[in-house]
């Protein structure tokens, strides 16, 4: 199971672009790169998903490179209801083995 | 959009009584999943179960807990005698893949607090 490494905290001024950075250096082939996003007393919410290069989605763009061994999450110009907890996991292979949650981090986005 | 459906919200109960958390999935999900989370702490695996059958559980699931879905609807978690530590917001999750590209969907979550 990939082991991730993220920061522990970030903190942002409103309408700047944000990237989290996310290390997985035991990344294995068949594994996708997926970060998720938690609120105070919400469940975690999908943000979007990538295997290699750059995905872009409404919400976010993910940029993974060639090597897969971290993946950066970036938020083009954050805004107050940004603020919040963002995990990076690291989808395991066909088995029963569950995603498991890290720390992630914690983003204060400030007026 | 679709969502999964947590309840109670929020339940009080006193140490040592049973607790059921109900969950009711997306419908065209398979895999169904129980997290919790201690608040401060990050959200914790409890258990998957998959064709009517549990596929994975954590060492935090253990006798005390269980996990049924009778009806083929609801997706239950009950905690028998419950404990102190057990206070925590309980999410319930699905999926409609179990692995590689494995997006969960999560409920909103119950907060169990026990007394």
């Known amino acids: 199971l990939a082991k991730t490494t993220q920061p522990i905290s970030m903190d942002s001024y409103e309408g700047q672009e944000v990237n989290i950075t996310c290390s997985h250096n035991n990344i294995a082939t068949n594994d996708y790169i997926t970060w998720y996003q938690q609120f105070p007393s919400q469940g975690p919410r999908f943000i979007i998903q990538?295997?290699?290069t750059k995905v872009t989605n409404e919400v976010a763009s993910l940029f993974i490179p060639a090597d897969r061994k971290s993946s950066t999450l970036s938020l083009p110009r954050v805004s107050l209801s940004d603020t919040a907890v963002y995990y990076c996991?690291?989808?395991?292979?066909?088995?029963?083995?569950?995603?498991?949650f890290g720390k992630g981090t914690r983003l204060s986005v400030i007026a | 959009e679709p969502e999964v459906t947590q309840t109670p919200s929020h339940q009080v109960t006193q140490m040592g009584q049973e607790v059921i958390l109900r969950c009711v999935p997306i419908s065209n999900h398979l895999y169904f999943y129980w997290y919790r989370q201690i608040l401060g702490q990050k959200v914790e695996f409890l258990v998957s179960f998959y064709n009517n059958e549990i596929s994975e559980k954590s060492e935090i699931f253990d006798d005390q807990f269980s996990v049924e879905r009778p009806d083929g609807s609801n997706f239950t978690l009950k905690i028998r005698s419950t404990k102190l530590e057990d206070s925590a917001m309980y999410f319930c999750a699905g999926s409609r893949d179990r692995a590689g590209a494995n997006v969960l969907t999560f409920g909103a979550g119950s907060r169990l607090t026990v007394l």
């Open positions: 996991l690291v989808g395991v292979t066909a088995g029963n083995t569950p995603l498991v």
């Open positions: 990538g295997y290699k």
